[in-house]
């Protein structure tokens, strides 16, 4: 069990650019989920996957958001241009099936600054 | 919809003192109840949940116990170390359902 890797660990871009995330879950693990969380805040759902299929996604979630979940294995989240108020850091998270599935294991996040 | 609430923070304890950080949540139905705890420099953990009324979670001498009339979920520990200072989360989600619901966090500085 290597946990949930995430990368980059930083990402400073300037305002219009896109950018893409990268989360790696623990390899077992068939649930994924990304939240995002800002200074003082709680994390807050954005999204999750069971899988390769996208079952959920925050009414919060605006259309320059994108996650995909290729083969059920890695997933990544691309914000497309970027705006100063999607500064945050971006969590991914993953849990596996059975009574364990609400025991979520989170990674350490891609802080995200936009200039 | 859901929310949770917790007490501001931070909280700053000596060593070996009595911890208590409240939480209380809104929500339809009956939510399963979690306390995550964020170390420096580290994802969010799970520490201890409980998922339906009067059950209690306990996990390294942190306590917490559901209590539905009160819509509450306090964490407690009876005497803190300066390595349990660390950011803790409440949050909740519905049976069937992962996502969760967190409040916005409580730091806790223990001090030797």
């Known amino acids: 069990d290597t946990g949930v890797s995430q990368n980059p660990r930083h990402k400073i871009t300037k305002r219009g650019q896109n950018v893409t995330f990268r989360c790696d879950p623990i390899s077992e693990h068939n649930r994924l989920y990304w939240y995002r969380q800002t200074l003082g805040q709680g994390p807050e759902f954005l999204t999750y996957f069971q899988n390769e299929a996208q079952l959920e996604k925050s009414r919060l979630l605006s259309d320059r958001f994108s996650a995909e979940r290729p083969k059920g294995s890695f997933s990544t989240l691309e914000i497309q241009r970027t705006e100063q108020g999607d500064s945050a850091m971006y969590l991914c998270?993953?849990?596996?099936?059975?009574?364990?599935?609400?025991?979520?294991?989170f990674g350490s996040g891609t802080q995200l600054s936009v200039l | 919809g859901d929310s949770v609430t917790q007490m501001e923070g931070p909280v700053t304890l000596s060593e070996e003192a009595f911890l208590t950080i409240n939480c209380t949540y809104t929500?339809?139905?009956?939510?399963?109840l979690f306390w995550y705890v964020q170390y420096p420099g580290e994802g969010l953990q799970l520490l201890l949940k409980?998922?339906?009324?009067?059950d209690k979670g306990s996990n390294k001498g942190f306590e917490a116990t559901y209590r539905k009339e009160t819509t509450s979920f306090h964490l407690e520990k009876g005497s803190v170390q300066v390595s349990d200072s660390a950011v803790y989360f409440c949050?909740?989600?519905?049976?069937?359902?992962?996502?969760?619901?967190f409040g916005k966090g409580t730091m806790l500085l223990v001090s030797p």
């Open positions: 949050a909740l989600s519905h049976t069937g359902y992962s996502t969760l619901t």
């Open positions: 998270a993953s849990s596996g099936t059975g009574p364990s599935y609400e025991k979520l294991f």
């Open positions: 929500a339809t139905g009956y939510p399963s």
């Open positions: 409980a998922t339906k009324a009067d």
